[in-house]
């Protein structure tokens, strides 16, 4: 864990503007998925920052990108995913791009530079987040090469940060 780190609240006019940053980025209505008053801390480390949404670490930025935690299942439910067999999982989980071979089937739709959940197939579970280098219909004929940009996997930094926060 990082040995120094700032937490404190955001003020409500810089709640709304980073749900309306994160919501348009993320192609997701922030106020369906919070239906009551938001409140939100910012914990700023030397890798990132990371937003507590009502106590929970759900959204982090790192070079200006607002970007969603493995752990916010509001947003995963609706997002689209690429299902990846159990061999790709340990690659993944090391920071690899998703490699076309190991990817099992795609479920949504996304275009090229859309974010997309990357999930095994034995569990479901969101192992990474990813930049789609492909829309998904020239993704599937894919047959060789990276399909998704590894951009935030279970074991990096920020994983490991908010398990230490949250004890996930």
């Not at 980073?18 to 409140?39: C, G, P």
């Not at 949504?108 to 990357?118: A, H, I, N, P, T």
């Amino acid at each position: 864990m990082s040995k120094k780190y700032r937490r404190y609240f955001l003020k409500a006019k810089e709640v709304k503007s980073i749900l309306s940053e994160a919501s348009e980025k993320l192609k997701a209505d922030f106020n369906q998925i919070f239906r009551s008053k938001v409140d939100m801390e910012l914990v700023e480390t030397d890798f990132a920052e990371i937003f507590l949404v009502n106590g929970k670490p759900l959204l982090f930025r790192i070079e200006g990108k607002i970007l969603p935690t493995l752990i916010f299942n509001e947003l995963f439910a609706s997002m689209s995913k690429v299902v990846v067999d159990m061999g790709a999982v340990p690659y993944v989980c090391n920071g690899a791009s998703v490699m076309a071979p190991g990817i099992v089937r795609f479920e949504g739709e996304f275009k090229k530079g859309d974010l997309v959940f990357v999930v095994d197939e034995k569990h479901g579970k969101a192992i990474a987040l990813g930049e789609a280098t492909y829309d998904v219909d020239a993704a599937k004929k894919v047959t060789k090469g990276a399909v998704m940009k590894n951009i935030h996997f279970v074991g990096d930094k920020i994983w490991n940060f908010i398990k230490k926060l949250n004890n996930i």
